[in-house]
């Protein structure tokens, strides 16, 4: 893997710290939203993937963090829990690349993606203690129900969330979301590298879509997506890092 080849970055972290340095760097929509958490540690893992999202934007860009304005409205509803936008900051040039970012937390991971302008999606799960079988068919197309019922027991959590993770990857890469219903996209099996097999969805093209599997750690399932063109690397385009200590210094 050479730096010239990475298009995409994947920062971790893990959301511990509230201080009002770092909640200064909300604007008064992400405020809003951090309040109406119920729970702390909600509050916290939005508060950090904000953090990192616009500590990100803000090298790319030259800024400050404080000058980062990102954008959240949902094309479908109007909502603020869309994909998040960098909004052009004032003098920047025209016609330059903006760069794209996508956020996903779960349990106690916060993942945050960005690119120099590629549409990208990134998802994070936690292995969790439910009834996956009342899920898959929400979740799976009909080939994918197939190779699902082969898989062992023992295995099925893992499985089914690796199918969630990768496909709400390609759904958030689109910018729509999970208004792309999930079975309309079949993928690889779980167990073999992450790839769009076939798309019913006009949203989602197979020979665009560029999937990889992320290292999240045990318990957790993880996938990144990005809507590359044909000179795209087949492999070697995504890194992952350590976004602790930048979180630790802003705060």
Sequence with gaps: ???????CRVWWARPSIETPRL??????????????????????????ARVVAKALAADALGIEPGRVNLDSTCPDCGRTHGKPRVVAPQGHPPGRALPELSISHSGDLVAV?????LPVGVDVEQERDVSVDDLVRLTLSAGELDSFAAVAPPDKDAAFFTYWARKEAILKATGRGLAIPMTRITVTPWDTEPRVVDSQASEVDANRMRMAQLDAGSGYRACVAVIAGPDFPATGWVSEHDADPLVAKLA
């Design 1 to 7: 893997m050479t730096t010239s080849s990475i298009r």
């Design 113 to 117: 993606a960005i690119t120099d302008g």
């Design 23 to 48: 909640l200064g760097l909300l604007d008064t929509v992400e405020r809003e939203r951090h309040a109406a958490y119920r729970l702390a540690v909600d509050q916290v893992r939005f508060l950090t």
